[in-house]
C-alpha cells in the first residue's frame, strides 16, 4: 500500500477544511442560541422598574460624587504635571 505524497496532501487539506468548517458551524450556532436565550429570558423576566426611593437616593448622591470626581480630576492632573517636569529635568 503506497500513499503518495500529494494523496496525502489532499487528505490534509480536507481534514483541515472538515475541521473549520464544523467549528465555524458550532460557534454560528451558539451566538444565535446565546441571542435567542437573551431575547426569551428579557421577555419572560423583564428588567424591574426602578423603586421611587432608590432613583431619590440616587439624585441625593449625585452632587458626592461629582466632587469626588473634581478632587480625583485635581489629583491625576497634578501627577500629570510632575510627572512631566520630572521628564524634562531628568
Known amino acids: ?8 496532501f489532499m487528505q490534509g487539506v480536507e ?4 475541521g473549520v468548517s464544523a467549528v465555524v458551524i458550532f460557534l454560528s450556532l451558539l451566538v444565535l442560541a446565546i441571542g435567542l436565550a437573551s431575547q ?8 424591574p422598574a426602578e423603586s421611587q426611593a432608590v ?21 491625576i492632573t ?9 521628564g524634562r529635568n531628568g
Open 55 to 75: 432613583a431619590q437616593r440616587r439624585t441625593s448622591a449625585a452632587p458626592a460624587e461629582s466632587s469626588l470626581d473634581a478632587e480625583r480630576i485635581a489629583v
Open 15 to 18: 481534514l483541515m477544511l472538515f
Open 40 to 47: 426569551v429570558i428579557l421577555r419572560f423576566f423583564p428588567q
Open 1 to 8: 500500500m503506497v500513499v503518495r505524497e500529494d494523496e496525502l
Open 78 to 86: 497634578a501627577a500629570v504635571h510632575q510627572h512631566r517636569q520630572r
